[in-house]
């Protein structure tokens, strides 16, 4: 007999379906869709062929689809922002694949390098900036599907409180 536990299972485990959860085809929880861009940004081969620079605007691609959510992969090159800008109705998971990015709030500057991921809400105001001397790039999740992108002013308060 087994000493180290009293559960002992009989048969198949298997066979019991009402204890197994089935697997989900697509992300519908926000550590999912979390898990889904740190599954994307540990798969270069998917992404790093398709990336592309360019020093006019900032380069983006739609890279997946799924039942309510976008999967974008978007480039940086040294001195691109985005914009202070919500997402609308849409939350969102930021990843930044290669390189450090900036990402810029009321609460302030944080510096997000390779592998960090940021969580916003639907009406989160950020602006985004490679303030670093090499490209950047970054993997944007939105759910549901970005449909705007509101561009906000700044006022001197949000200076004030943004480090420069």
């Not at 062929?49 to 006019?56: G, K, N, P, S, W």
């Not at 900036?102 to 900036?129: D, I, K």
Request: hydrophobic residues 40%.
């Amino acid at each position: 007999m087994n000493n180290d536990s009293d559960l002992q299972i009989a048969g198949d485990i298997l066979e019991v379906p009402h204890l197994l959860q089935p697997a989900r085809e697509h992300p519908a929880t926000v550590a999912e869709f979390a898990g889904l861009a740190r599954e994307i940004a540990a798969n270069r081969a998917e992404w790093e062929h398709l990336v592309e620079y360019d020093a006019t605007s900032r380069w983006y691609h739609r890279l997946r689809t799924g039942p309510g959510y976008e999967v974008w992969l978007l480039s940086w090159v040294p001195g691109q922002g985005s914009g202070r800008h919500d997402h609308g109705p849409s939350s969102g998971v930021l990843t930044v694949l290669d390189g450090t990015l900036s990402e810029h709030s009321t609460r302030g500057a944080l510096a997000l390098g390779a592998g960090s991921q940021r969580v916003f809400a639907p009406g989160y105001a950020h602006e985004v900036v490679n303030d670093s001397l090499d490209g950047a790039v970054s993997l944007h999740i939105y759910f549901p599907g970005l449909t705007e992108m509101p561009m906000h002013r700044c006022s001197p308060a949000d200076l004030e409180s943004v480090p420069a």
